[in-house]
Each structure stands twice: as C-alpha cells, then as structure tokens.
T-cell receptor, first 115, second 112 residues
Framework: TQLLEQSPQFLSIQEGENLTVYCNSS?????LQWYRQEPGEGPVLLVT?????EVKKLKRLTFQFGDARKDSSLHITAAQPGDTGLYLC???????????????FGTGTLLAVQP | KAGVTQTPRYLIKTRGQQVTLSCSPI?????VSWYQQTPGQGLQFLFE???????NKGNFPGRFSGRQFSNSRSEMNVSTLELGDSALYLC???????????FGSGTQLSVL
C-alpha cells in the first residue's frame, strides 16, 4: 500500500513567520503535486514537480522534490493569513496502461496563520 | 470559462438507500476522476474515466460505480448506503489523462 505521510498535521503560526511542511513516502512517484484546499471547496493545484531534486518557486512558496522521488517539502516564507488552509501533497503514478489521474494523497497539513 | 460543476451540493440519505452524484467537467475536458474525502482516511481515489471508458478504479466495494457520457459528464452511484459512506465526494477533470486536475467543490453526503 502506497502511503504519503505529511508532517506536521496541524500548524498554527503568526503572520510573518516561516514554515515547512514535509511529505514522505517509502514509494517512488512519477510526480509530486501540492494542493491547497479551503473549507467548502475542492483542492486547488499549486505546483507539480517531476524530476528528482527539482525545486520550484511560486512567490513566497518553495517546493522541493527529493532526489529519490519519494519525498517533498513545501516552504512558506513570511506567511500571511491568506495562506490559511489544508495543504495536501499527492503522488502521481504511471500504470501499465500509461498515464493516469490516480493520485495518492497525503494525510494533509492544516495551516492557520494568525494576523 | 466555467469550472467543474458538481450537483447536488449537499445530500442527506438513510442507510440502505442509493444515491447518484453528478459531475460536469470543464468544457473540452475529456478525463474525469472521482475522489472520496473523509476526516479519517483523507482523499481516496474512486474511479477515472476517459472518453466514456473507465481507465482505473480504486479499492472500493462494488457498491460504488460510475460512468461517463459522450459529452464527458460523469455520474457516480452508491447503492445500499452505509454510515461510513458519509463523505465529501470530489470530482476532478483534466484535458487529457496525466494533465492538470481541476476539482469541483464536491457533494457532501451524509448517511443517517
């Protein structure tokens, strides 16, 4: 069974602080995606990383894919209240038939940024 | 461009009943996937459809079924509902398989 463990599970910080969320697995994934989900809404894709060691930046967010493509991290610099939400990592797979939209989602990190 | 539309938004059913949920993908998208989200298990993959064909299925009992129509709209059906089926059911569409997924707001199903 493929599992993606995220840590921490909950995070409450003050505006302006930095934070890092980790996503770890014993399985290798063809890609790693990060989503943010707000209450009452579906997840929204933030970034996709596909190459081991890849680093992508999206404004104050920095995403990294581990060299072995088993883990990833999300770093937020100078967090703002608008960053509040549930952050989910998701591993993409390639099956015998080729590409698939089947994703293995992580356990989630609930972030609250206090003003 | 309209996003992924799921109907109904909320649904309350009792044990033993069946339910049908609907998903209209973004115009032009041919791939539709369904996920179940619960506080205990998180997001779990249910099915994936492309051009009316089921390409992939998750580890759910046979009570969970789905289909996709020629206009790419999709439905999922759950028969003989159990309390544990209470969840947020999310539909996602993409232009083709293995491309960026766009999720709908979901259908919140409560089984009493």
């Amino acid at each position: 069974t493929q599992l993606l463990e995220q840590s921490p599970q909950f995070l409450s910080i003050q505006e302006g602080e930095n934070l890092t969320v980790y996503c770890n697995s014993s399985s290798v994934f063809s890609s790693l995606q990060w989503y943010r989900q707000e209450p009452g809404e579906g997840p929204v894709l933030l970034v996709t990383v596909v190459t081991g060691g890849e680093v992508k930046k999206l404004k104050r967010l920095t995403f990294q894919f581990g060299d072995a493509r088993k883990d990833s991290s999300l770093h937020i610099t100078a967090a703002q209240p608008g960053d509040t939400g549930l952050y989910l990592c998701a591993g993409g797979m390639r099956l015998y038939g080729g590409a698939t939209n089947k994703l293995i989602f992580g356990t989630g990190t609930l972030l609250a940024v206090q003003p | 461009k309209a996003g992924v539309t799921q109907t109904p938004r909320y649904l309350i059913k009792t044990r033993g009943q069946q339910v049908t949920l609907s998903c209209s993908p973004i115009s032009g998208h041919r791939s539709v996937s369904w996920y179940q989200q619960t506080p205990g298990q998180g997001l779990q993959f249910l099915f994936e459809y492309f051009s009316e064909t089921q390409r992939n299925k998750g580890n759910f009992p046979g009570r969970f079924s789905g289909r996709q129509f020629s206009n790419s709209r999709s439905e999922m059906n759950v028969s003989t509902l159990e309390l544990g089926d209470s969840a947020l059911y999310l539909c996602a569409s993409s232009l083709r398989t293995d491309e960026k997924l766009f999720f709908g707001s979901g259908t919140q199903l409560s089984v009493l």
